[in-house]
């Protein structure tokens, strides 16, 4: 775990080291290198490596707060772990759909226990287990802090005694170093490893399997017995979860005739938790419609999730490109499911006309959407030169007739 010294951590975990930390945490961290000159001088006899510990824990837990709320007062991170850390409201959605009730659960590729402290939070009683040693101790440190049940340990997958639990969850690492993975062989565990979980969970009917992966994820490569989940926060898409096993909320097992197969969940902050799947979607393929009175943009999770049908459904509309996902409709909908625009104008895709429309409106600060157009917004707003006082969005789209400047108004 590159920047992290174990044993100065194991140090910080000491009531020496507890004492330390908390000086750093008086300190706003604007000026680190003071910070590091003022605990040398204020708690003297401690080493260099022990006093960059304590300022960097300090610093990360600042960096925390925003994600982890009070939680990050108590937590320990590394400059990895925060950056690929699951938010709360994402991991506890998880974990809630996962069951509880006192079974045991084994986190596979733990990292520094953020979703594993979400499962001992609903109820299961957990392990962590990672290949990196100090990231283990850092999971391990996380469940004590955080005054939650349960433990985390050095290992690897593949020889790990996961048929043991009765849900496995994994979070294949997908980098090497910097490096972004994309390609699900290269992942550790690698993929034949997960195709192999997600299967005994299909044939188990007392183990479940779920593992997180990118929500990129090519659905070519979800198994046929797997529930894919496609999970999005305040409209940012945060990852796709494979489900095998006995039966989420209630429904039915994966592998059974007429299951779930896809699934679209929508969270926001302190707002209800909305999850579509292809069983509430027509079947007929989307009708295809010149621009409406309305333009919905259906969150990333359905798109990702080819659920985008279910919402021109919902909204009693049509789509105005066969292969593009903005839906339009003369109905005024609230759903849960997409972002509302009322239509104001359609404006030629020109850019003289366009210029010269914008500029009666007298607008200044111009938002673009755009999906099916090449064009780059920052660049076009350059070009537009609007100086007004007025704001303005606008959609740059595909319609049945030809390219359309759409200008429209946030409803949400």
Partial sequence: MPGVDAAAFRFLLTPTGQRLLAEAMTDDGSDPLALSERLRRTCPGHRPEQVAAATTQAALRRAAAATFGEDARRMYFTHIGLEQATNPLVSTHRATRAGGG??????????????????????????????????????????????????????????????????????????????????????????????????????????????????????????????????????????????????????????????????????????????????????????????????????????????????????????????????????DVHTGFARRFRVVDVLPYKEKPLRAALRTRNVGALTIKKRGVAVTPEDLRRRLGLRGDEQATLILTRTPRSAAALLVEPLE
Wanted: hydrophobic share 45%; proline share 7%; charged share 20%.
């Fill in 102 to 331: 006192g079974v045991n659960l084994l986190d596979i590729g733990c990292g520094i226990g953020s979703d594993l402290a979400a499962f001992a939070r609903a109820g299961f009683r957990v392990t962590g287990l990672d290949r990196d040693p100090a990231t283990a101790l850092v999971a391990a440190a996380n469940l004590e802090a955080l005054d939650l049940p349960g433990a985390a340990r050095q290992g690897e997958a593949e020889s790990s005694d996961w048929r043991t639990y009765d849900v496995v969850f994994a979070d294949p690492s997908r980098r090497h170093g910097s490096i972004r993975l994309f390609d699900p062989k290269a992942f550790s565990p690698g993929w034949d490893f997960v195709q192999g979980l997600l299967s005994t969970g299909a044939a188990d009917s007392n183990r479940r399997a779920v593992v997180k992966l990118a929500p990129g994820i090519d659905h070519a490569l979800i198994p046929a017995h797997a529930e894919a989940e496609w999970v999005s926060l305040g409209g940012e898409l945060k990852e796709a979860v494979l489900w095998s096993g006995p039966p989420v909320d209630g429904g039915e097992p994966a592998w059974r005739p007429g299951r779930v197969r896809r699934r679209a969940t929508v969270l926001t902050a302190g707002g209800p938790t909305r999850s579509l799947t292809d069983r509430d979607g027509p079947t007929e393929p989307a009708a295809v419609g010149d621009v409406g009175g309305f333009v919905y943009e259906p969150d990333p999770a359905v798109i990702r999730a080819h659920l985008v049908a279910a919402v021109v459904a919902d909204v009693q509309g049509w789509l105005l490109d066969p292969h593009i996902a903005y839906v339009s409709s003369d109905q």
